[in-house]
């Protein structure tokens, strides 16, 4: 029998902080209509709160790996945890939409101090790091399945102001376990001013390194084509595919059970048989996936293609080993959390282009679009291994 070892007790409760920061985000979305009619604004209003809510959340990747480094990543996943709960309470109580829209983009941004310093704490007590990096990412994907259905009860019961709060219900405890169960983390750069941490040289040397802008370019492509389907999948099943709305928020569901379960899996066999082909065949199965919604026969060519796309967009637990490891140990913290704002912030514009893309030619063009994406990556690798490129 395997002992319980203090580096797994890590692992859970990293787990478990993601599960809360992202419980917090997509709490909001279930009761988007109560809040406007309460405020008495447009849904185009509170979209651009929903908006500085994920740019904030993206904007503070960097920073908190500088903080990380500074204070210790304990510290800086408290932060976030009792941010979480603090600005989800903030969004429950505000009398006007004015305070709503500030504690909704403060919400984004405490939130986004966890993943980074989380990623890098796990990556120096883990030997099997993908692994790790699997078991962590599916708190998000729990959580994107859980909340709104916990939300949109709540929000019918007892109010959109109720349902708010339930971040700071399951966000509480959270932090107090995380408080009690891990020890202090040293920091790694503590005499280090933030002023040279943040040094404008430093940081473009860091990006410029060939191995990190080529896994940035990865990145950037996968994450892209996950905003682009995780924003419009449900729409384009009914709209293009024709199905009904019950069967696309089915097919919705199981393509985040399908990403849920495969990160684990994907983060093992990036582990044992390396990165860049366990990367490579995620992004190759989320192609295939896509061109099968886009142009397979059938509900059952539509159900694998929702599954490989899932399984596909699972990428992340194999990718981010690679930016670790190009990292020196000192430089973890704030490169990794630079790289993360870099290439969050730039594949935000997903949801965008789909979206102008579906409006002008379709939403066989615009999900077409992203399969060729998802192959260009591919055959970057491709090169990367024929050439002998060693990026």
Sequence with gaps: MMRWRYRETVLALCTLAFFVTMYGRVAISPVVPSITEEFGVSNAVIGVALTGMW??????????????DRYGERVVILVALGGTAVASVLIAVAPVFGIFVVATVILGAVAGLHYSVATTLLSRIHDNVGTAIGI?????????????????????????????????????????????????????RPEQSMR?????????????????????FVAIVGEFVWQGA??????????????????????????????????????AVSDRFGRDRATAGCLLLGAIGLWLLVAGPGLVSAAVGV????????????????????????????GF?????????????????????????GWGVAFAFLAGLLLLAVIAFAANWLFSLDL
């Excluded at 740019?55 to 990380?68: E, I, K, N, T």
Aim: glycine share 10%; hydrophobic share 55%.
């Design 230 to 267: 995780a924003s419009f999948l449900p729409v384009f099943l009914i709209e293009h595919r024709e199905y009904s709305p019950t069967l696309a928020a089915t097919g919705f569901s199981a393509y985040f059970v399908a990403q849920g379960i495969a990160q684990v899996g994907v983060g």
């Design 136 to 188: 962590h990412n599916s708190g998000a994907t729990i959580a994107g399945l859980v909340a709104p259905l916990i939300v949109a009860w709540v929000g019918v019961t007892y109010g959109w102001r109720a349902a708010i709060v339930t971040t700071a219900v399951v966000g509480v405890p959270a932090f107090a376990l995380f408080a009690l169960l891990v020890k202090p983390t040293e920091p790694r």
């Design 196 to 216: 040279d941490q943040f040094d404008l040289a430093s940081l473009l040397e860091i990006l410029s390194r060939p191995v990190i802008a080529f896994t940035l």
């Design 337 to 361: 959390g630079l790289v993360r704002t870099v290439y969050v912030i730039t594949a935000s514009l997903g949801s965008v282009i789909v979206g102008l893309i579906a409006d002008f030619l």
């Design 307 to 334: 599954l490989l796309l899932g399984i596909g967009m699972s990428f992340e637990a194999s990718l981010l080993p690679r930016f670790l490891n190009a990292l020196g140990d000192e430089e973890r913290g704030t």
């Design 55 to 68: 740019l904030a959340y993206g904007l503070s990747q960097f920073p908190s790996g500088v903080l990380g």
